[in-house]
T-cell receptor, first 112, second 116 residues
Framework: GNSVTQMEGPVTLSEEAFLTINCTYTATGYPSLFWYVQYPGEGLQLLLKATKADDKGSNKGFEATYRKETTSFHLEKGSVQVSDSAVYFC???????????FGTGTSLTVIP | DGGITQSPKYLFRKEGQNVTLSCEQN?????MYWYRQDPGQGLRLIYYSQIVNDFQKGDIAEGYSVSREKKESFPLTVTSAQKNPTAFYLCASTELAGRSSYNEQFFGPGTRLTVL
């Protein structure tokens, strides 16, 4: 079947620290992979995406590389800011059936 | 601006009442989805629809109903049969995969439902 396993939180970092949030997936075929961010009381916003192996998605200093050999899509940022505090969701999208599979989310708090 | 709107933002319901959550999109997307999110948890799929007048149950459809009479609208009714309806409800939409290389889902701002 299809599923996403995401690093459990919560994660607390100091400002300017390096961030990694692990995400691995199980899927048949060739899914697209996504990271979404959710701020308190709001919907999910697309942060970045990758549609094929070895693609790197990037946005606002965040990066993630689609690794088919390790079935991973880890989120990284070199220097986090207080404004990055949010919940981050890894997701897998299958063209067949237009289904999405979400991880459980990782809460990030960045302290000054 | 194109996007998804959900209303109301906050909704209070007495036990035994049915309530309807609105979701409208002007992105011309074919597929629409309803998710439920509980505190500290991920998203669980309630219902989805890929075409007007057709929809499928997701993982937790019991106690919920939907309709898809128009492409841009996908309202969700939380019925009295739903035993624990207090949650944050998110609506999403996407293009069908055949029309786009990217099938990311776009989300509305959500409706927080509280049962009194």
């Amino acid at each position: 079947g299809n599923s996403v396993t995401q690093m459990e939180g919560p994660v607390t970092l100091s400002e300017e620290a390096f961030l990694t949030i692990n995400c691995t997936y199980t899927a048949t075929g060739y899914p697209s992979l996504f990271w979404y961010v959710q701020y308190p009381g709001e919907g999910l916003q697309l942060l970045l995406k990758a549609t094929k192996a070895d693609d790197k998605g990037s946005n606002k200093g965040f990066e993630a590389t689609y690794r088919k050999e390790t079935t991973s899509f880890h989120l990284e940022k070199g220097s986090v800011q207080v404004s990055d505090s949010a919940v981050y969701f890894c997701a897998l999208g299958k063209h067949t059936g237009n289904q999405f599979y979400f991880g459980t989310g990782t809460s990030l708090t960045v302290i000054p | 601006d194109g996007g998804i709107t959900q209303s109301p933002k906050y909704l209070f319901r007495k036990e035994g009442q049915n309530v309807t959550l609105s979701c409208e999109q002007n992105l011309n997307h074919d597929a629409m989805y309803w998710y439920r999110q509980d505190p500290g948890q991920g998203l669980r799929l309630i219902y989805y629809s890929q075409i007007v007048n057709d929809f499928q149950k997701g993982d937790i459809a019991e106690g919920y109903s939907v309709s898809r009479e128009k492409k841009e609208s996908f309202p969700l009714t939380v019925t009295s049969a739903q035993k624990n309806p207090t949650a944050f409800y998110l609506c999403a939409s996407t293009e069908l995969a055949g029309r786009s290389s990217y099938n990311e889902q776009f989300f509305g701002p959500g409706t927080r439902l509280t049962v009194l």
